[in-house]
């Protein structure tokens, strides 16, 4: 048995074209968004990324401590607050704005401070481009204060309108100047070291602390830090205002 030949009509014909041109405008589109990146998943407060770990949260702060393997990227993530990050390792990092090409790649240091003013929502995502492990320990503040504390307790290293940082790099046997804390701080290990630890009444503590250690204190503090250790170690003092 034939099959008749049935000539199509124009109005088929129309319909045709214009359904191979939806498909391929489709298909296009999909290339675009894959391509540049725009086909991205949705993006999630930032406590709830699987590679920002909470390891403490009050009502004056939230920390976290970040660990993103060679080769891993994170999700888009979003910071809604003033925020201090201490980098903890050196590899090569790179990140994205949400909605933007991915930015240069650049080195991070053990020790490096990031003081970033909020100024609204802010989602991207980092990759990390080295060989190493990148660490960062991340330090949100839920509040501005409305009386800012107009002293600092030692030489500035980085700030915001919520906090001022302050690092000491010691090498063996070096001691901090006696300093006074008068609002509530975070000290944190940059590297393992023993720390020493002296009131001004003369009483003293020592401590073998690692990096990424880090203890709270919520009361008026005044101290001198030493290293009682043979190799150099760094601390970082994140302070409220």
Not at 36 to 56: D, I, R
Not at 161 to 173: D, E, F, M, N, T
Not at 181 to 208: C, F, W
Request: hydrophobic fraction near 40%.
């Amino acid at each position: 048995m034939s099959i008749p030949h049935v000539k199509p009509s124009a109005t088929n014909m129309k319909s045709i074209h214009h359904g191979l041109a939806r498909a391929c405008a489709t298909s296009v589109l999909l290339f675009w968004l894959t391509a540049t990146g725009a086909a991205q998943e949705a993006p999630v407060p930032v406590e709830q990324e699987p590679h920002h770990h909470v390891v403490l949260k009050n009502n004056d702060v939230l920390v976290m401590h970040v660990v993103l393997p060679a080769g891993e990227t994170t999700l888009y993530h979003t910071h809604s607050r003033d925020r201090v990050s201490v980098a903890l390792t050196s590899t090569m990092l790179a990140q994205q704005e949400l909605g933007k090409p991915e930015g240069k790649p650049g080195m991070t240091h053990p020790g490096d401070i990031s003081a970033i003013t909020s100024n609204g929502p802010y989602t991207h995502r980092l990759r990390n481009l080295g060989p190493a492990t990148f660490e960062v320990v991340d330090v949100e503040f839920f509040h501005r204060p409305d009386n800012p504390s107009t002293t600092a307790a030692a030489p500035v290293a980085a700030e915001n309108p919520s906090a001022r940082a302050y690092k000491w790099v010691l090498a063996p046997g070096a001691t901090t100047p006696m300093h006074t804390h008068e609002r509530p701080y975070l000290i944190l290990a940059v590297t393992p070291m023993q720390l020493k630890m002296s009131a001004p009444d003369g009483r003293t503590m020592t401590h073998a602390i690692n990096a990424g250690d880090f203890h709270w204190i919520d009361a008026k503090v005044t101290h001198t830090l030493a290293n009682a250790g043979s190799t150099e170690g760094e601390i970082v003092e994140i302070e409220l205002k």
